[in-house]
């Protein structure tokens, strides 16, 4: 499956729009410059800052973001074959595009993607919130003859798939409104993900060529998920399923489609039934964090050989399933031993924050207690272009980092990690203003 590599929970896109001052309508704002006479998509009040995003990438300069918004009639019109090839009629297409206009407002949220440039406890201090919990305990009384069902079909947690509504639309209160069509449409011609969203593009228009949903209900986020769990066009394609037999795939106005829906997406991604996502745990002092990696598993008892111990001298109910360790706030905060369930939230999200807030928010809705070890509160999360001029900096002196886009993968990590030990530092991964100090210095 494509992967919804670029979601972003709803409940913060909605927060970094109000941060940044985004303003709520669709409507833009052009200008034409006097030197070329070529119209210009200019700040408003209503529309696109204007500003360069701060990835770094080339294709998020405002210079190419205008280039290719003066484009963006042609690249629209240029996915006709793809579209004819997927059996979109002609009729379909035209109706759907004849009028369509770039959202450049989109750009600013691009770059700002709140679960790559917060810190882990700042974004669980939003997520996981008392309001949260409290209300989710009431969806799960409320709605408890269905997640019955759902349960016994798919073996998929209830409190998984009740956490994962609260925090993509805080259980169908915040759904978005933008018009989905639109935001892919934007996003498949304008900015760095165009490869991805021209799937997404082309897989919206195929759920209206076949009736799946009207284009009023395909309304969402600005990186085009809908729905109380925010699926991608992609998505709900592949996984959206008529629960409630009333011969409509429903997971905007259904509650049994919704939650089996979604419970279908994790059992066909690899699901284990019976297991939690990991566990919280303590990281002894002088601990090898070079074994703190994502892809270095071990049995939980291996992980106890080492001296890792789970938080509050709980017992580990299986010493037989295989983890890996993350550390994101690296030998300053609480460690986690991360099982499979951990790795299929991910590819709901491929940020490890999200999937962490997805998982304690869980525990929490099953009568869990809050997280029992401190978070370096005094340390401050580094900037987007903070993050990506570490990354530059990283692989000028030799270390892979995958792409420099201001995200901090498996391969950034191990960079860090990598770095540290040659430079002297605890390698712990953790991406600190002192890493950043030093290798500014290096």
């Not at 204007?50 to 210079?63: L, N, V, W």
């Not at 030998?331 to 991360?338: H, K, Y």
């Not at 191990?414 to 390698?427: E, F, M, N, T």
Request: aromatic letters at 10%.
């Amino acid at each position: 499956m494509t992967k919804p590599a670029v979601r972003v929970p709803l409940a913060l896109v909605l927060l970094a729009c109000a941060l940044a001052g985004c303003g709520t309508g669709d409507g833009r704002t052009i200008a034409t410059t006097q030197s070329t006479g070529r119209q210009s998509y200019a700040q408003g009040s209503q529309d696109w800052s204007g500003r360069s995003g701060d990835s770094g990438h080339p294709q998020m300069t405002a210079e190419a973001i205008n280039s290719a918004a003066q484009n963006f009639n042609a690249c629209i019109q240029g996915m006709w074959p793809d579209a004819s090839r997927r059996g979109i009629s002609r009729a379909v297409f035209d109706a759907q595009t004849r009028e369509l206009t770039p959202e450049l407002r989109i750009m600013d949220f691009v770059d700002a993607q709140p679960e790559f440039t917060k810190a882990f406890w700042e974004y669980l201090d939003l997520l996981v919130s008392e309001d949260r919990v409290a209300r989710g305990k009431e969806i799960l009384a409320q709605h408890r003859a269905i997640f019955d069902t759902v349960e016994k079909t798919y073996g998929v947690d209830r409190n998984v798939i009740t956490a994962i509504w609260g925090i993509e639309s805080k259980y169908s209160t915040m759904i978005g409104e933008r018009y989905v069509l639109r935001s892919t449409a934007t996003l498949a011609c304008v900015g760095r993900r165009q490869d991805y969203f021209r799937n997404e593009f082309l897989a919206t228009l195929e759920l209206l060529q076949r009736g799946d949903v009207t284009p009023d209900e395909l309304k969402g986020s600005w990186a085009g998920a809908f729905g109380p769990t925010q699926f991608m066009p992609t998505v709900y394609k592949q996984y959206a399923v008529d629960f409630d037999h009333d011969g409509r795939r429903d997971i905007v106005g259904s509650v049994p489609d919704l939650i089996a829906s979604t419970a279908n997406y994790f059992k066909r991604n690899g699901w284990e039934t019976g297991q939690t996502w990991g566990y919280e745990v303590e990281v002894p002092k002088n601990f090898n964090y070079l074994l703190a990696d994502r892809g270095r598993q071990m049995t939980i008892h291996e992980w106890e050989r080492l001296g890792i111990r789970r938080a509050g001298g709980k017992p580990f109910p299986q010493h037989g399933a295989r983890a890996y360790l993350m550390v994101p706030a690296g030998s300053q905060g609480p460690g986690f031993l991360m099982l499979q369930n951990f790795r299929v939230i991910m590819r709901y999200n491929p940020s490890e924050a999200y999937a962490l807030a997805i998982g304690h928010l869980s525990d929490r809705l099953r009568g869990g207690e809050a997280l029992l070890q401190a978070w370096p509160r005094h340390e401050r999360a580094l900037t987007m272009a903070e993050r990506s001029e570490m990354q530059q900096l990283l692989a000028k002196n030799g270390f892979d980092v995958g792409e420099a886009d201001g995200r901090f993968g498996s391969k950034t990590r191990a960079a860090i990690r990598d770095y540290q030990a040659k430079a002297g530092l605890v390698p712990d991964g953790f991406a600190s203003t002192v890493v950043l100090a030093k290798l500014r210095g290096s």
